[in-house]
C-alpha cells in the first residue's frame, strides 16, 4: 500500500473505515484502496463512485439538469456569489500553506473551482467534492486538486476525523454533525441557502419551489452544538435572462426532477423576450469549536 499523497490525504474506506490511498499506475484506471482490500476504480471521467451496498435512496440530478446548471453558472449570473465566497475562503485560510477543501454537495464544482483560484499562488491546496450525481462528479473531477466523489451526504462522510480546514455547502443538505467531525478544530463552515425572496418575481412561470421563512434558523440548528455563528452575509443579484438561460435556471434546480421542459419552454416563448428575476442568497459562516 503507497503513502497517501496530499490529495488523497483523509479519505477513509466506506466500507472499514480504513484509511484509502490513491493507487495510479501507467494504462490502469486510478483506483482508491484500503489496507483491508477494498478498492474503488475511478469511472473514465475521472471521479470515484464510493456509494456501496444499498447506495442510496435518494435521486441524482440526471445529465439533463447538470448540464443546464453547468451552462447557466459558466455564464457568470451567480458570478457575486462565487467571488463572496471565494473573499471567505481566503480569508479563513490566511497563512494556511497548506489547506485542504471539502465541498459538500459540490455539484458542477463551479464554487470550488473559484474557492480554491481565490487562494493565494503559493498555497499547495487540495479538495475534495461530493455529490450525489454522477453527472456532477464528472465535472467536478477536471478541477486541478480534487477528487471528485459519489456520496450520500446524509450518510457518515467517507473522510478522517479533523482532516479539512474549510467546508463549503451550497444549496445542499447540511449534515452538521458530520461536517464537525471531519473539520479541523477552528476550521470554518460556509453555507449557502436561498432568502424567502429568492427568485420570487418568476416562481410561477418557472415552476419553481418555494423557499422557508425561517430557513436560517433551521440552518443554525442543523449544524449543532459544535459551531458557532460567526457571519451572515446576504448576496442579491438582479437578472435579466433569454428564455434559454431562464430555461437553464428552471432546469438546474430540485424543480428540475418535476418539471416537463417542452411545457416550460412554451411559456417562456409566450412570456416574451426576457425574464427578470433576482437571485437571492444568505452566507452562514460557522467556526468550529472544540
Request: hydrophobic residues 45%.
Amino acid at each position: 500500500m503507497q503513502q497517501p499523497t496530499p490529495l488523497d490525504q483523509g479519505l477513509r474506506c466506506p466500507v472499514c473505515k480504513l484509511g484509502l490511498s490513491l493507487q495510479q499506475q501507467p494504462g490502469r484506471p486510478a483506483r482508491l484502496e484500503c489496507e483491508a482490500g477494498h478498492g474503488f476504480d475511478a469511472a473514465k471521467q475521472g471521479y470515484f463512485n464510493l456509494l456501496t451496498g444499498k447506495g442510496t435512496n435518494f435521486t441524482e440530478d440526471g445529465a439533463p439538469m447538470v448540464a443546464a446548471r453547468a451552462s447557466f453558472l459558466d455564464a457568470g449570473h451567480y458570478e457575486s456569489l462565487a467571488e463572496a465566497l471565494g473573499h471567505r475562503v481566503r480569508n479563513a485560510l490566511r497563512g494556511n500553506e497548506h489547506p485542504r477543501l471539502l465541498d459538500a454537495g459540490a455539484g458542477t464544482g463551479y464554487y470550488l473551482r473559484q474557492a480554491l483560484q481565490a487562494l493565494p499562488g503559493t498555497s499547495a491546496s487540495s479538495a475534495v467534492a461530493l455529490d450525489i450525481s454522477r453527472y456532477a462528479m464528472r465535472r467536478a473531477a477536471k478541477l486541478p486538486d480534487t477528487l471528485a466523489l459519489v456520496w450520500d451526504l446524509w450518510r457518515e462522510l467517507p473522510l478522517e476525523d479533523e482532516s479539512f480546514d474549510v467546508v463549503l455547502n451550497i444549496f445542499s443538505p447540511h449534515n452538521g454533525a458530520e461536517f464537525s467531525r471531519v473539520l479541523r478544530p477552528g476550521g470554518t463552515a460556509l453555507v449557502v441557502t436561498p432568502l424567502p425572496g429568492h427568485l420570487a418575481e418568476g416562481a410561477a412561470l418557472l415552476g419553481l419551489l418555494g423557499i422557508a421563512a425561517d430557513k436560517a434558523a433551521g440552518v443554525v440548528a442543523s449544524m449543532g452544538g459544535r459551531f458557532e455563528l460567526r457571519a451572515t452575509e446576504e448576496v442579491k443579484i438582479p437578472l435579466v435572462l433569454d428564455p434559454e438561460a431562464a430555461f437553464e435556471l428552471a432546469m438546474m434546480g430540485p424543480a428540475g426532477h418535476h418539471l416537463n421542459p417542452e411545457s416550460l419552454r412554451s411559456r417562456l416563448a409566450d412570456a416574451g423576450s426576457a425574464t427578470l428575476v433576482t437571485a437571492a442568497f444568505r452566507i452562514q459562516e460557522f467556526r468550529r469549536i472544540g
